[in-house]
T-cell receptor, first 113, second 120 residues
Framework: EAQVTQNPRYLITVTGKKLTVTCSQNMNHEYMSWYRQDPGLGLRQIYYSMNVEVTDKGDVPEGYKVSRKEKRNFPLILESPSPNQTSLYFC????????????FGSGTQLSVL | AQKVTQAQTEISVVEKEDVTLDCVYETRDTTYYLFWYKQPPSGELVFLIRRNSFDEQNEISGRYSWNFQKSTSSFNFTITASQVVDSAVYFCALSERVRRSGGSNYKLTFGKGTLLTVNP
């Protein structure tokens, strides 16, 4: 089954404790992206990757890192989480073409205390 | 300025009413795509429709219909005879090529969403 898998589904952590949210897709998609969703703000792009070893900042990259060492995986890293990073995070992938729909993961609800 | 504006933050209707969700977008590209996604209370994002900028034909899928008007930069979504299961947050989104040094970003920009509540 074609899917984007994010883990964990829920995460509670404390300020400053490094964490990684994993994302994996099985569709051989070149394009992957991370979004965060906050009430009243919709979904905002954090980082995206056009292909292996090619990543770039989205609209709200501060406080996040990503890596794309393999085509299928695109982890989101919070080196020193802060409470303002409490949010619902979505990973997404698509064929590398404008206009192709994004396939989304189920989301990760992160709370930073 | 917002690229995708969903002016209605929340809408509440009674079951069987028709409801229209508004979406206004902004782009300089001649080639772009518009999407609607649904986010039910369970939280996942469900793709509803994609429209390219060259196809202004309205589309109907069951109780759902979409009205794309380039002249007003709008892509509105109507649910006919709404049902409780239609209760969700609905996002309109714009996909366009964003040129950056070293290549292009195929970017999907979302509106802030409209929370639709359908009451029995």
């Amino acid at each position: 089954e074609a899917q984007v898998t994010q883990n964990p589904r829920y995460l509670i952590t404390v300020t400053g404790k490094k964490l990684t949210v994993t994302c994996s897709q099985n569709m051989n998609h070149e394009y992957m992206s991370w979004y965060r969703q906050d009430p009243g703000l919709g979904l905002r792009q954090i980082y995206y990757s056009m292909n292996v070893e090619v990543t770039d900042k989205g609209d709200v990259p501060e406080g996040y890192k990503v890596s794309r060492k393999e085509k299928r995986n695109f982890p989101l890293i919070l080196e020193s989480p802060s409470p303002n990073q409490t949010s619902l995070y979505f990973c997404a992938s698509s064929i590398r073409r404008v206009g192709e729909k994004l396939f989304f993961g189920s989301g990760t609800q992160l709370s930073v205390l | 300025a917002q690229k995708v504006t969903q002016a209605q933050t929340e809408i509440s209707v009674v079951e069987k009413e028709d409801v229209t969700l508004d979406c206004v977008y902004e782009t300089r590209d001649t080639t772009y795509y518009l999407f609607w996604y649904k986010q039910p209370p369970s939280g996942e994002l469900v793709f509803l429709i994609r429209r390219n900028s060259f196809d202004e034909q309205n589309e109907i899928s069951g109780r759902y219909s979409w009205n794309f008007q380039k002249s007003t930069s709008s892509f509105n979504f109507t649910i006919t005879a709404s049902q409780v299961v239609d209760s969700a947050v609905y996002f309109c989104a714009l996909s366009e090529r964003v040129r950056r040094s070293g290549g292009s970003n195929y970017k999907l920009t979302f509106g802030k969403g409209t929370l639709l509540t359908v009451n029995p």
